[in-house]
C-alpha cells in the first residue's frame, strides 16, 4: 500500500473523537492504535529553532541577497539533516514535543512590500520571482529527494500578509485580482508547481473579507483548485479563534473550527478544533470531513517514514548538529549576503595598524541570530571577528546605546570613547543598525502601539548623533549597517568612505564580515529591497496596494535599488542577446557574480537570475532560458 493508502486504514480504525483529537497541533498518542504523540509544531527559517544547539544561518533576507540558489539548496539540505538528527534522538523517548518534530513551518514567502514591516527579515525580499526560487530551492533541501520525506516545508502565511502587525488578528487586506495573483500569490503558486511543499499555512488576516485559514476563495477554489495543491493546511497559531473573536465572522469557536475544516485547514496550531465535538453535534460539519482531514495528515506522517524502520534519513547521526561542515557552509553563505553599496576605494583594509571597531551593534550576539534561531554555541560578533582576522591594533567603544539618546549620570557615557578610539585609529568601522528588537514579531512591544513594526526607515536617533560626530573626526570610515530591512542611509553613502550591508549574518558573521574587510573573499550581495530615502515617499502602510511600492512599481529614486551591489572587481557584461550574456572579469579578485535578467512588461521586472564564480581574467557566458 502506499503512503495515503495506509493512512486511510489507520485512520478508519479511529472513533470520531480520536480523529479529532488528531487534527490538533499537539497531536495525543492512541495507545491502541500504536499511534505515539506527536506535536506537529517545529521552526527552521534559517536553522533548526528553539531546540537546542544548532547552526544559525543568515536570516532569511540575508540568504535572499546572496541570489544564490544553488548554496540555498545546500544550506536546506544542512538544515534538514539536523532536524532528523535531532528527530531521531528525541523519538527514543517514546513521543515528540514542541520544536522536536519533522513538520518545519518554514519558510516564509510572504512579499516583503513596506519596509515598515517587522517580519520583512523572515522573507525573501520584495520580489515574488526571487521569493519563488529561492523558496523552491529552500523546500527542495529541507524535504530531499529520497522514498520518504525528510522533513515537511510549510510555506507561509498563505495569503496576502505582510503587517501591520498589531492589526494582524484583526485586519482585512483589501486587494485587486491583478495584485493578488502578480505579487501576493505568485510564489506560492511558484513553489508548489517546482517544489511539492507537503504543507501551507494560512495567515491571521482576512483577505478581501475572508479570513484567511477559513477562506473558500483562498483554500478551495484557488489553492486546491487552481494550483492544484494535494498537501495540508495548518492555521498560524490561534488564527481560528480570531475568527470569531476579532474578525467576527462567526459567533464562537465551534463555529469557526467548523468553518476551517469545512473549506479545508486541517490542523490547528491552537485550541478552536477541541470544538469540532460542539460543531458536530450542532451539524455544522460531518465525520467524513473531519475523517479526510485526519487521513490527510496520516499520510503526512506515514511520507515521512514516521511508523516505518526503513527510512533512510533515521541513520543521519546527532554529529551533523552544528558540525564543522556546516559552519563551515554557514560562514560561506554569509559572506555572499553581505552587499556592499559604496566603495571609494577604501575596501579592502590595506594593512591598517590600528583599527577603531564602534558602535552598539559591534559585539552584539542577537544581530547575528535575528529571530526563530537556534542555540549556537560557538559564534563571532563582528568584533571578534575582526580581532581574529587582524594583526591590526583593535581599539573597541560601543559609542552609544542602540536607541536611547539620554542616560542616567550614573551610567557609562560612551560616546567620547568613541571619539578618542576614532581619533587614535587609522581608519573606524562603524557598526550601527538595527536588532530583532526593533523589527519582528507582535509579541515584541518596543514600538509601543504598532508593535514590532518600524514607525520610520530611519536609524535611531543616538546612532545618528554618533554617526555624525565620528564623521566630524576626518578618519575614514566603513559604515556597517546591520538591520533586516531597509534603513535610510543617505547620510552615510554621502559622508563615509564605504557602507556594507550586512542582514542579520548568522553565527558566522563577525568571521564573514572580516573575510571581506581584508580581501579574502569579496563582497557578492545584491540588496533584495529597495532602500528608500523616508516613508513619506511609499503609500500607507495598511494599503495593500502594489502602486508606487518595490523596484517594479515605486516612482521615486531610491537611495540604493533592489538588485545593486558592488564587487572588488570589474565584472564587464555584454548581453548578445535578450537571452545571453557575455560576463567578464576584468579585476584582480575571483568574485561570485550574479547576473540579472530583467524585463519590462512595461514595468521592470526580475525573470531570471544566475551565480557564477568567475575567477580574475575569466569569461563565463549565461544563457537564461
Not at 319 to 338: F, G, I, N, P, Y
Request: aromatic share 10%; hydrophobic share 35%; charged share 25%.
Amino acid at each position: 500500500m502506499n503512503f495515503q493508502e495506509r493512512a486511510k486504514e489507520l485512520v478508519s480504525k479511529m472513533t470520531l473523537a480520536e480523529k479529532m483529537s488528531q487534527l490538533q497541533y499537539d497531536s495525543p498518542a492512541i495507545t491502541r492504535l500504536n499511534v505515539p504523540a506527536y506535536n506537529w509544531w517545529n521552526e527552521c527559517l534559517h536553522g533548526v529553532a528553539r531546540s537546542g544547539m544548532a547552526t544559525v544561518f543568515p536570516q532569511a533576507i540575508a540568504m535572499a541577497a546572496s541570489f544564490d540558489e544553488d548554496l540555498m539548496l545546500d544550506v536546506a539540505t544542512a538544515i534538514s539533516d539536523e532536524v532528523r538528527a535531532k528527530y531521531n534522538e528525541y523519538k527514543k523517548f517514546g513521543y515528540t514535543g514542541i520544536y522536536q518534530g519533522l513538520t518545519c513551518w518554514s519558510p516564509n514567502i510572504n512579499i516583503f512590500r513596506d519596509p515598515r514591516w517587522g517580519r520583512g527579515h523572515e522573507t525573501y525580499g520584495e520580489d515574488p520571482y526571487l521569493t519563488a526560487r529561492m523558496g523552491t530551492a529552500f523546500i527542495k533541501g529541507l524535504q530531499g529527494d529520497g522514498r520518504y520525506r525528510k522533513t515537511d516545508a510549510t510555506i507561509k502565511h498563505y495569503a496576502v500578509h505582510s503587517g501591520p502587525e498589531a492589526l494582524r488578528h484583526e485586519f482585512d487586506a483589501r486587494v485587486t485580482d491583478k495584485d493578488l495573483y502578480e505579487t501576493y500569490l505568485w510564489a506560492f503558486k511558484y513553489c508548489i508547481d517546482n517544489a511539492d511543499p507537503s504543507a501551507v499555512m494560512g495567515a491571521y488576516n482576512r483577505t478581501n473579507g475572508e479570513a484567511c485559514c477559513a477562506s473558500k476563495t483562498l483554500l478551495g477554489d484557488i489553492l486546491f483548485g487552481e494550483f492544484g495543491f494535494d498537501g495540508y493546511v495548518v492555521s498560524d497559531c490561534g488564527a481560528i479563534c480570531d475568527i470569531n473573536n476579532h474578525h467576527k465572522i462567526t459567533k464562537n469557536e465551534a463555529e469557526s473550527a467548523a468553518l476551517a475544516v469545512n473549506n479545508g485547514c486541517h490542523l490547528n496550531c491552537g485550541d478552536a478544533y477541541k470544538w469540532l465535538k460542539t460543531a458536530v453535534a450542532l451539524g455544522l460539519i460531518n465525520e467524513e470531513t473531519i475523517t479526510k482531514a485526519a487521513e490527510k495528515l496520516f499520510t503526512a506522517r506515514f511520507r515521512l517514514g514516521m511508523f516505518d524502520d526503513d527510512c533512510e534519513y533515521d541513520k543521519i547521526p546527532y554529529d551533523v548538529v552544528e558540525c564543522d561542515k556546516h559552519t563551515e557552509l554557514s560562514r560561506k553563505m554569509a559572506q555572499e549576503s553581505m552587499v556592499l553599496l559604496k566603495n571609494n576605494g577604501i575596501l579592502p583594509l590595506k594593512d591598517p595598524k590600528t583599527i577603531a571597531v564602534i558602535g552598539p551593534n559591534a559585539d552584539d550576539k542577537s544581530v547575528l541570530l535575528a529571530n526563530y534561531n537556534g542555540t549556537p554555541s560557538k559564534y563571532a560578533t563582528f568584533l571578534r571577528g575582526i580581532q581574529s582576522a587582524s594583526d591590526a591594533r583593535v581599539i573597541y567603544a560601543v559609542g552609544c546605546d542602540a536607541v536611547r539618546e539620554e542616560v542616567d549620570r550614573w551610567e557609562e557615557h560612551p560616546l567620547n570613547e568613541a571619539i578618542i578610539a576614532a581619533e587614535k585609529a587609522d581608519v573606524v568601522i562603524l557598526c550601527m543598525g538595527l536588532n530583532p528588537r526593533l523589527e519582528g514579531e507582535e509579541s515584541d512591544d518596543y514600538n509601543g502601539g504598532i508593535s514590532s513594526d518600524k514607525k520610520d526607515i530611519e536609524l535611531p536617533a543616538s546612532q545618528r548623533m554618533l554617526t555624525e560626530r565620528i564623521v566630524r573626526t576626518g578618519k575614514p570610515i566603513v559604515f556597517v549597517n546591520i538591520s533586516g530591512s531597509c534603513t535610510n542611509l543617505s547620510y552615510e553613502k554621502e559622508h563615509c568612505d564605504a557602507v556594507l550591508q550586512c542582514f542579520y549574518p548568522g553565527a558566522e558573521g563577525g568571521n564573514a564580515l572580516a573575510d571581506i574587510l581584508f580581501g579574502k573573499v569579496s563582497p557578492s550581495g545584491r540588496l533584495p529591497v529597495t532602500f528608500y530615502k523616508s516613508i513619506d515617499d511609499i503609500p500607507p502602510f495598511d494599503d495593500y496596494s502594489m502602486e508606487n511600492r518595490t523596484y517594479k512599481f515605486y516612482k521615486g529614486e531610491p537611495v540604493f535599488e533592489f538588485g545593486y551591489g558592488l564587487t572588488y572587481s570589474d565584472i564587464e557584461e555584454e548581453w548578445t542577446d535578450e537571452n545571453t550574456v557575455q560576463i567578464k572579469n576584468n579585476g584582480e579578485y575571483d568574485v561570485n557574480y550574479s547576473v540579472l535578467k530583467f524585463e519590462y512588461i512595461p514595468h521592470k521586472n526580475l525573470c531570471g537570475f544566475k551565480k557564477v564564480l568567475l575567477k580574475s581574467g575569466e569569461t563565463a557566458k549565461v544563457i537564461f532560458e
